[in-house]
């Protein structure tokens, strides 16, 4: 099912809430984020999307490759890059509890509060964004970078 086109204020809405969650937050970092939270959430379709935009945004494909497993892949981030794919983990499996304050403390060493609040509502978004890839059973493998830009 097409969301946008069955409830286009919904949808549209949506790409004004995600242009509005990353303003000011760096790009590619916005992209590990999204891709994080989408193999989390096993959305193939925000998967495709955002691997696309994240090499088009000059990110390298061994980091992207790396992702799903940076814990043991460490070296391959920065420390703000691991602070805010720990948070990710956070707030996309609150099913393990609420988002620990050791980690919501973390964060908020590499991000001030006008980009940790842009982070937290990032990864928000990128989850509302899975929920509704997942549950219309959006196609993954025909999207363009820049495409709903």
């Known amino acids: 099912m097409a969301l946008a086109d069955h409830a286009p204020?919904?949808?549209?809405?949506?790409?004004?809430?995600?242009?509005?969650?990353?303003?000011?937050?760096?790009?590619?970092?916005?992209?590990?984020?999204?891709?994080?939270?989408?193999?989390?959430?096993?959305?193939?379709?925000?998967?495709?999307?955002?691997?696309?935009?994240?090499?088009?945004?000059?990110?390298?494909?061994?980091?992207?490759?790396?992702?799903?497993?940076w814990q043991e892949s460490r070296h391959f981030y920065t420390e703000k890059e691991l602070a805010a794919l720990e948070l990710t983990e956070a707030v996309t499996v609150l099913t393990d509890g609420f988002v620990p304050d050791e980690v919501y403390a973390?964060?908020?060493?590499?991000?001030?509060?006008?980009?940790?609040?842009?982070?937290?509502?990032?990864?928000?978004?990128?989850?509302?964004?899975?929920?509704i890839a997942v549950t219309c059973r959006s196609v993954p493998g025909h999207y363009t970078p820049g495409r709903y830009k």
């Open 9 to 69: 204020e919904v949808y549209r809405a949506m790409i004004r809430l995600d242009a509005a969650a990353h303003k000011g937050l760096d790009p590619v970092l916005v992209e590990l984020v999204k891709i994080r939270a989408s193999q989390l959430n096993h959305c193939a379709f925000c998967l495709d999307m955002h691997t696309k935009d994240a090499l088009a945004a000059g990110e390298s494909v061994e980091r992207i490759v790396q992702l799903s497993a």
């Open 106 to 131: 973390r964060a908020a060493e590499h991000f001030d509060e006008v980009e940790l609040s842009h982070l937290i509502a990032s990864i928000v978004v990128i989850n509302s964004w899975n929920r």
